[in-house]
């Protein structure tokens, strides 16, 4: 039985997955509002503070949505999530925004998607790691952003003494750690941009091999949005590939695939 929480949303829609290794699948998204990170290329500004409403789409694939003023209460989500009448064993993606900002909503989300059968993935900014601890139990994957410090800064009103300060290549390795020793299954994410030094790539293998060897790391091409005009080219994606590839044992090479077909 769920536990009973309020939730800032942004929105729950069904799609296919765009992104990492499970792409492809069938999935349910349900976005938390408000981040506490400004990425250069993020696709998803809307998300950064939170909403006054949220929107529920009506029925799978259709576009269809209707509103809903935040908070919203449990009942109201488990409504959502059956309209969209989801398989049991089919994943839902508790993203954002950054969903670790809430971790009790995070709880109970999770908690009503198991309800539902579903399978819960969490994709995160892979910096909370004391809410990650509060939410892991109720996770069954989990896909983290590795951040790097060329293309990503803290939110402002983050910087005033709000949250870990650290930087980013210690918080996850604090947040990998943390996930290896729950031993679910995971990916970390880096996107690839114009910005990207072999410096700190080196820096998330040699991380990854000490603290998670057999995860997979997806090197997500930066897909031009808002200020991004440019992607980085072919050779040096592969380039990247063959030095990362060289240090770990699962490496891939994964562009966002939702953008070819114009899909949320
Ligand atoms: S962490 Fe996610 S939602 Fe936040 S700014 Fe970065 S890409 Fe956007």
């Known amino acids: 039985m769920a536990a009973e929480a309020e939730f800032n949303l942004v929105e729950l829609f069904w799609s296919a997955q765009g992104e990492g290794p499970l792409v492809g699948r069938s999935m349910l998204f349900l976005r938390f509002g408000g981040c506490d990170l400004r990425c250069g290329w993020c696709d998803t500004p809307g998300t950064w503070r939170p909403t006054r409403e949220c929107r529920f789409e009506t029925a799978p694939g259709t576009g269809l949505f209707v509103t809903a003023a935040n908070p919203i209460s449990s009942a109201r989500l488990v409504e959502a999530i059956g309209a969209l009448a989801p398989k049991s064993g089919t994943f839902i993606s508790l993203t954002g925004g950054e969903p670790l900002l809430q971790p009790k909503a995070v709880n109970a989300a999770a908690g009503i998607a198991r309800d539902f059968g579903l399978r819960v993935v969490l994709e995160t900014h892979g910096l909370a790691v004391t809410a990650l601890t509060e939410v892991i139990e109720n996770i069954d994957f989990v896909s983290m952003d590795w951040k790097l410090e060329s293309d990503v800064r803290r939110a402002e ?22 996930v290896s020793q729950a031993a679910i299954d995971s990916c970390v994410k880096v996107v690839i941009t114009q910005n990207t030094t072999v410096d700190e790539l080196d820096e998330v293998c040699r991380v990854l091999a000490a603290t998670s060897p ?44 939702h953008r070819v077909y114009g899909a949320l």
């Open 157 to 178: 009103e983050d910087r005033e003494g709000k949250g870990d300060s650290r930087p980013f290549a210690e918080l996850h390795a604090d947040f990998l750690a943390r």
């Open 214 to 257: 057999d995860v997979p790391l997806i090197l997500q091409p930066v897909t031009p949005f808002g200020k991004v005009r440019e992607q980085p080219s072919a050779e040096l994606l592969l380039q990247y590939l063959r030095r990362c590839d060289e240090k770990l044992a699962d490496v891939r090479l994964i562009p966002q695939t």
